[in-house]
């Protein structure tokens, strides 16, 4: 198992910034890839992205060229830096960790808010 600690979310007006933390611990297995997932009321949970140890990144279309997903040299804390945030990014922003082994572990969410 291991622990995932988001941070960063919270209300903002369109056009505004944020930035996501998720910090991992307490894994006894590698952590080979991190990422965000959003869900939105009446939706499904939707990917983000993601980046491997190794810095490959995946963006969905709908974000690319306003986030940015990066990591720490460690690899256990990702964030998402978020700019040109819309009314529709409104949603629950999950981290998610995939470890060898055990699969993907998920954090309990932060709510992201874009509204004026």
């Known amino acids: 198992q291991v622990q995932l600690v988001e941070s960063g979310g919270g209300l903002v007006q369109p056009g505004g910034s944020l930035r996501l933390s998720c910090a991992a611990s307490?894994?006894?297995?590698?952590?080979?890839?991190m990422g965000w997932y959003r869900q939105a009321p009446g939706n499904g949970r939707e990917l983000v992205a993601t980046?491997?140890?190794?810095?490959?990144?995946n963006y969905a279309n709908s974000v690319k060229g306003r986030f940015t997903i990066s990591r720490d040299n460690a690899g256990n804390t990702v964030y998402l830096h978020m700019n040109s945030l819309k009314p529709e990014d409104t949603a629950v922003y999950y981290c998610?960790?995939?470890?060898?082994?055990?699969?993907?572990?998920w954090g309990q969410g932060t709510q992201v808010t874009v509204s004026s």
């Open positions: 998610r960790a995939d470890l060898l082994r055990i699969g993907a572990q």
């Open positions: 307490g894994s006894s297995f590698p952590i080979f890839a």
């Open positions: 980046i491997t140890t190794r810095g490959v990144t």
